[in-house]
Each structure stands twice: as structure tokens, then as C-alpha cells.
């Protein structure tokens, strides 16, 4: 016959006190590489983290000195990246002669001396001449008739 306090534990009041589990850990805040401290606490007081600096961060972020800088994710006082310059074209030139930076064919803005270049067999002479007096280094008509590639500065 089968022991009823145990098949009846919830009815009994005699069910096991269930494990506790660890409470789930979570991670810092972040604004892309700009992260929460995982240490900061007000004053040392454990639950005024930066997840409790959050939630009035227009009030808590200026309470204490270091907090805008333990918790900038939160506070959004991330520092700014400061941008890189991209590469900038130079002039073709073969010595001291050089393709125009201005040249255009037609007034048209990607039709310059590197435009030129893609097609130079061509296109050096098209245009009344006129590539081969801009575009000097790419169609090979500067004093030393040599035909350069283009590169960066």
C-alpha cells in the first residue's frame, strides 16, 4: 500500500523545499564599445548601480563626481571616435608634370584625369585634344612620355 503523506505531498503539505538557483547575472549596458563599469556602486551601497543610475539618469548621473564616468553608457557620456580622414587622391604626375586636379571633360564631375585613365588609349584622344593637355601624366604627354598609374597621397 503505498505511503499517501508521499504521494499526496501538496494536499499533506509535506512537498520539498525547492533549491533556490542563483539569480541570472547580467551584463554591463553599452553604446556600441562604450560600456557600463560592472563595479561602480554609489557610495558603495550594492543595488545603486549603474542599472539604478538609469532609471533617472538626468538626476543620478551629476550626483557624484565619478558617476557620469562609470556609468557613460547609461549616462550618455560616451566618448565621441574621433573620425579618420579618408584617403585623399593625388595628382598623377611624372616628375613635375602632373595631371590637372581641375579638369572635367565636359563640365561633368567623375569624367576627371582618372576617369581618363580607365580608358586612356581611347579617351587621351577624344575631346579635341584636350585630355592629352590636362591629363598630361596619364596620356603619356609630358616631356618624358611615360604613362603613370594613379595614387594615393
Known sequence: ?????????????????????AAPTVGPVCDGECCDSMSYRKNGIDHKDCAWVAKK?????????DTAEECQASCGTCPTPVPTAA???????DG???DSMSYRKN?????DC???AEDSDKRCEQDEEKPKEECRATCGTCPTG????????
Open 146 to 153: 611615360r604613362r603613370h598609374l594613379r595614387g594615393l597621397v
Open 114 to 116: 582618372a576617369w581618363v
Open 96 to 98: 613635375e608634370c602632373c
Open 1 to 21: 500500500e503505498p505511503d499517501t503523506a508521499e504521494e499526496c505531498q501538496a494536499s499533506c503539505g509535506t512537498c520539498p523545499t525547492p533549491v533556490p538557483t
Open 87 to 93: 584617403p585623399t587622391v593625388g595628382p598623377v604626375c
Open 57 to 65: 539618469p538626468d538626476i543620478r548621473c551629476d550626483v557624484e563626481p
Open 107 to 111: 563640365g561633368i564631375d567623375h569624367k
